[in-house]
């Protein structure tokens, strides 16, 4: 399976929901790089994602991704990339706008809640002793193994 750059793919979601007139901010964004890479590891037994994620205090973020709309702060990243996704396989595409649309349209209130089911992310973390640590790849595995059934319904 191809692995893809981080950002590549957070300018082809930062993209995808600009043309959908629903925009969002970076904190969605990760979220959405997190979501992306449980439903890759549970459509094709690995991660599409090409970074490791690190355990920082509101969630799993991808430093090259966090950094790149950092910018933008809690505003909406109202930004274009025409380039964005053209290496991007229509079988992952589909995978991501899929989880995209699921994302975005959750609430503030609901991300922060889902965010709470994420293991790996929690273990890692370890109430702060574990901020901007590297989340293992198998322990992200585990969580999406562990939710399979639910996928993005839960």
């Not at 399976?1 to 300018?11: G, I, S």
């Not at 790089?33 to 094709?44: D, G, P």
């Not at 490791?52 to 509101?58: L, Q």
């Not at 959750?106 to 992310?121: F, I, N, P, V």
Request: hydrophobic share 40%; glycine share 6%.
């Amino acid at each position: 399976m191809n692995r893809y750059e981080p950002v590549d793919l957070a300018k082809y979601i930062v993209n995808r929901c600009n043309e959908e007139k629903e925009p969002i901010n970076n904190f969605r964004l990760q979220i959405i790089l997190y979501e992306v890479q449980l439903e890759s590891i549970r459509a094709y037994g690995e991660p599409m994602i090409a970074a490791a994620f690190e355990a920082w205090k509101f969630g799993p973020v991808i430093p090259a991704a966090y950094y790149r709309f950092g910018t933008f702060g809690t505003m909406e990243i109202n930004f274009s990339f025409p380039e964005a996704g053209q290496a991007i396989a229509p079988e992952h595409k589909t995978l991501i706008d899929r989880t995209t649309e699921t994302i975005r349209r959750l609430s503030m209130y609901r991300l922060w809640t889902r965010e709470k089911q994420y293991h790996a992310w929690e273990k890692t973390f370890d109430e702060g002793r574990g901020f901007k640590k590297e989340i293992p790849e198998a322990w992200i595995a585990a969580d999406a193994e562990n939710e399979n059934e639910a996928g993005l319904s839960s």
